[in-house]
């Protein structure tokens, strides 16, 4: 059985940068195939893709995005860690992790984490 | 990217079939027979209903399938009931290892 838990701080201030962790069971991400990424939703408003992380390390990320994001991966406990820099209101969301399964869909989801950015 | 465009809401009676619409470009949508569909009830995480287009994962109802015609793709829910009713997403691959979502389509079932 595959799950996926995002863990961080519920809040963080503005200018800050935010670190959240996803921690997976049921696969592992250095098997040939395996990829995780990280989606997100302000309140009310629509999914957004974020970034991808690989079995073989590559790494990929939204075009809006990518000077402030990186994704990494620590293969022993089964984790991937998501860092975006200079944290804005704006960037109130819940922000969930997922497998992608062939590399074009989401197959298993975390249960999201609400991360409030205010000061 | 630009989000792929859904209507904001759908409804339909219970029994009835409802298609929800997820329009993008040659880029996404028309250039990759990789759509995906995902429902979310509130305050919970997104659940894959369809695959590469219209492939149904197991454990989702067989009332649902998908569609593609060019540029737009479509899911359709046959046998509308109660426990359909929640926020439905398009998502697709864009092409260098990234992916767009679609705006995102309320159904309700009346």
């Known amino acids: 059985q595959v799950t996926l838990k995002e863990s961080g701080p519920a809040l963080v201030k503005p200018t800050q940068t935010l670190t959240l962790t996803c921690t997976f069971s049921?696969?592992?991400?250095?098997?040939?195939?395996?990829?995780v990424s990280w989606i997100r939703q302000p309140p009310g408003k629509a999914l957004e893709w974020l970034a991808r992380?690989?079995?073989?390390?590559?790494?990929f990320y939204s075009t809006s995005l990518k000077t402030r994001l990186t994704i990494s991966k620590d293969t022993s406990k089964n984790q991937v860690v998501l860092t975006m820099t200079n944290m804005d209101p704006v960037d109130t969301a819940t922000y969930f992790c997922?497998?992608?399964?062939?590399?074009?869909?989401?197959?298993?989801w975390g249960q999201g984490t609400l991360v409030t950015v205010s000061s | 990217q630009s989000a792929l465009t859904q209507p904001a809401s759908v409804s339909g009676s219970p029994g009835q079939s409802i298609t929800i619409s997820c329009t993008g470009t040659?880029?996404?949508?028309?250039?990759?027979?990789?759509v995906s569909w995902y429902q979310q009830h509130p305050g919970k995480a997104p659940k894959l209903m369809i695959y590469?287009?219209?492939k149904r994962p197991s454990g989702a109802s067989n009332r649902f399938s998908g569609s593609k015609s060019g540029n737009t793709a479509s899911l359709t829910i046959s046998g509308l009931q109660a426990e359909d009713e929640a926020d439905y997403y398009c998502c697709s691959y864009a092409g260098s290892s990234t992916y767009v979502f679609g705006t995102g389509t309320k159904v309700t079932v009346l």
């Open positions: 997922a497998r992608i399964w062939d590399g074009t869909y989401f197959d298993s």
């Open positions: 049921g696969f592992s991400l250095s098997n040939s195939g395996m990829r």
């Open positions: 590469d287009v219209s």
């Open positions: 040659s880029s996404d949508v028309g250039g990759y027979n990789y």
């Open positions: 992380i690989d079995w073989d390390d590559d790494k």
